[in-house]
């Protein structure tokens, strides 16, 4: 008797060298209301193991859109925002309090000047407009993916 198999849709990690597609300083991450429609936003991040890690606010939106759905679409960008390449789809984990500083190290090393200069204008920028500092950071793990039929 011959088995048959039937495929479905599987997410696989994508074959790519991250620190060649992602070479900027920002990447456009993009996640998912409920109702399906995608927010864009430009952040920092750094690549390390076949993953991009974003640094963000524990209370932002998209922390709060990631931890109710984890697929976001991710792609090269400017600081506005403009997309340099298309999006790949991966999907998104927020690590441990543990990877934190870590994190927070690579970080530090790749924005340097960027975190003397534009961070404490964006905080400011944050206060003016009634947001709360302190509220802690998370980590977003990032790991680009493909869709394909693969069979069982």
């Not at 495929?7 to 790519?16: A, D, H, I, K, S």
Request: proline share 7%.
């Amino acid at each position: 008797m011959q088995r048959q198999r039937i495929g479905r849709e599987v997410e696989r990690p994508v074959g790519l060298d991250l620190g060649a597609r992602f070479r900027g300083k920002y990447i456009s991450l993009t996640s998912f209301k409920r109702d399906g429609a995608g927010v864009a936003t430009p952040v920092w991040f750094v690549v390390e193991d076949g993953q991009l890690l974003v640094l963000t606010d524990t209370q932002s939106f998209k922390a709060k859109r990631i931890r109710r759905n984890p697929r976001v679409m991710v792609a090269p960008c400017s600081a506005g925002g403009r997309l340099r390449s298309d999006p790949v789809s991966a999907r998104a984990e927020i690590l441990p309090p543990s990877e934190l500083h870590r994190v927070d190290q690579l970080m530090t090393r790749k924005y340097r000047m960027d975190r003397i200069v534009v961070l404490p204008i964006y905080r400011a920028v944050r206060r003016l407009r009634g947001f709360r500092d302190g509220t802690g950071n998370v980590i977003l793990a990032i790991t680009p993916t493909s869709q394909r039929k693969e069979p069982l």
